[in-house]
C-alpha cells in the first residue's frame, strides 16, 4: 500500500467513525425524548435504561444507517480532497482514476466485511436485550389474536386451534389429525388444551379421540390426557422484531422451521436473511458512486456535493423501504426485492462512471 493509499483510507475511515457517531447519538437523543414518558412511567433504574437498552440499540442503529455514513464520508472525504485541489494532482501525476478508487474500495470493503459479521451474529444478540426492553417497557401488553389456527407440526401431524389465549397458556377448539397422504388416520379433539409449565406438556381434562382403518371408525373417550408437541407456548408470543434478535444460523433454522410447517408469513424473515448478504455489497457501490459524484472541485465549495451525497444515500434508503414492503405484500420475491436497492444503484454508479466528467 503506497503512502497516497495509506493517507486516503485514513482520512475515509476516521470521517466514517466520526459520522457513524454523530449521527447515532442524534437518534439516540431522539429515541430517548420519545421513550423517557414510558421510562418514568415503569421506574426504570439508569443503569438498565444505559446497559440493557441504549448499549445494545447502539451497533444496531450504526448498521442500520451505515449506507448512509458510508457514502456521506466518501462524499465528505472526495469533496475536500477535490477543493483543496488534490484530486487534479494525484491525476496529474499518471494516476488514473481507477487507481484513485483503490483505497476507497480498500476502506468500504473493510467496513463491509465488519458489517457482515456484526448483522450475521453480533447485532442479534444486542437486539435480543434491546428488544426485550422495548417489550417489556415501551410496548402495549401482546395479546395473541389470531383465529382459526393451522400448525404443521410432524410430516403427517396438524394442529388446529380455533383461538389461543397467550396470558392463561390455553387453546380453544383444540384437534390434533393424523393424515397419511389425503386419508385421516386419527384425530384427537378436545374442548380446550393447556400448557403444563412444570410437565413442560400440554394437558387435557377430556378428550375424543377417533381413529380410521379404511371406512371402520373407532371412538374413544377418556379423561385427563398430557400429550408432547412440536409446539410450545413461545409459538405464540410476539414476534416483534424476531428476526432482527436471531443470528444468521438461527435465521435459517427458524425459517427452515416454518416452511416445514407450512406458514405463510416468511416474507419477513426472508428479506431479513437476503438484505444480510445485499447490504455489504450496497457500501462498496455506494462508495464508489460517492467518489464519483465528488471527484471534481466545485466552484461554490463542498457544500452542493455533501447535499447530493445526502440525497443519494436517501434515495437508497427509499428504495429499500418500497422494496421491502412490496415483497412483505407477496408483490416481489424477498431475494430480488433484498437486492433491487443494490442492483439500481449498482447501474447508476455504471452510468455516472462511464458519463460523468471526472
Known amino acids: 500500500m503506497k503512502l497516497l493509499d495509506k493517507y486516503i483510507l485514513k482520512k475515509f475511515l476516521t470521517t466514517f467513525v466520526f459520522v457513524v457517531l454523530i449521527l447515532v447519538s442524534v437518534i439516540l437523543v431522539i429515541d430517548f425524548t420519545e421513550k423517557n414518558d414510558d421510562f418514568i412511567k415503569h421506574n426504570v433504574a439508569i443503569g438498565e435504561i444505559l446497559f440493557d437498552y441504549y448499549l445494545n440499540l447502539i451497533p444496531y442503529y450504526a448498521n442500520m444507517l451505515s449506507p448512509i455514513t458510508v457514502f456521506i464520508a466518501t462524499v465528505f472525504v472526495t469533496a475536500q480532497l477535490a477543493s483543496h485541489t488534490e484530486i487534479i494532482a494525484i491525476l496529474s501525476s499518471g494516476v488514473s482514476f481507477r487507481r484513485l478508487l483503490v483505497p476507497y474500495l480498500i476502506g468500504s470493503s473493510l467496513i463491509a466485511i465488519v458489517i457482515f459479521v456484526l448483522i450475521g451474529w453480533v447485532i442479534p444478540n444486542a437486539n435480543k436485550e434491546s428488544v426485550a426492553f422495548q417489550i417489556k417497557y415501551t410496548k ?192 416481489i420475491d424477498p431475494a430480488i426485492a433484498a437486492w433491487i436497492p443494490t442492483i439500481v444503484f449498482t447501474g447508476i454508479g455504471l452510468l455516472l462512471y462511464r458519463y460523468v466528467p471526472r
Open 140 to 331: 402495549s401488553t401482546f395479546t395473541y389474536d389470531s383465529r382459526n389456527i393451522h400448525v404443521k407440526i410432524g410430516p403427517e401431524t396438524y394442529v388446529y386451534m380455533e383461538s389461543y389465549n397467550n396470558t392463561a397458556n390455553i387453546g380453544y377448539n383444540f384437534a390434533l389429525e393424523t393424515i397419511d397422504n389425503t386419508k385421516l388416520k386419527s384425530k384427537l379433539t378436545s374442548s380446550n388444551v393447556r400448557w403444563d409449565e412444570e410437565k413442560q406438556k400440554w394437558h387435557l381434562d377430556s378428550y375424543t379421540l377417533r381413529t380410521f382403518d379404511g371406512e371402520k371408525e373407532t371412538l374413544l373417550k377418556g379423561g385427563v390426557l398430557d400429550t408432547a408437541l412440536a409446539l410450545t407456548p413461545k409459538d405464540f408470543e410476539s414476534t416483534y422484531k424476531l428476526e432482527q434478535t436471531m443470528t444468521l444460523t438461527e435465521l435459517n433454522r427458524y425459517i427452515d422451521e416454518k416452511k416445514s410447517r407450512g406458514a405463510d408469513d416468511l416474507e419477513t424473515y426472508l428479506i431479513e436473511k437476503y438484505e444480510r448478504f445485499s447490504y455489504p455489497f450496497a457500501i462498496i457501490i455506494l462508495t464508489v458512486i460517492g467518489v464519483i459524484v465528488s471527484a471534481r472541485k466545485a466552484r461554490g465549495g463542498v457544500g452542493f456535493q455533501i447535499a447530493l451525497g445526502f440525497f443519494f444515500a436517501f434515495i437508497f434508503i427509499i428504495f429499500v423501504i418500497t422494496s421491502r414492503s412490496l415483497a412483505q405484500v407477496g408483490d
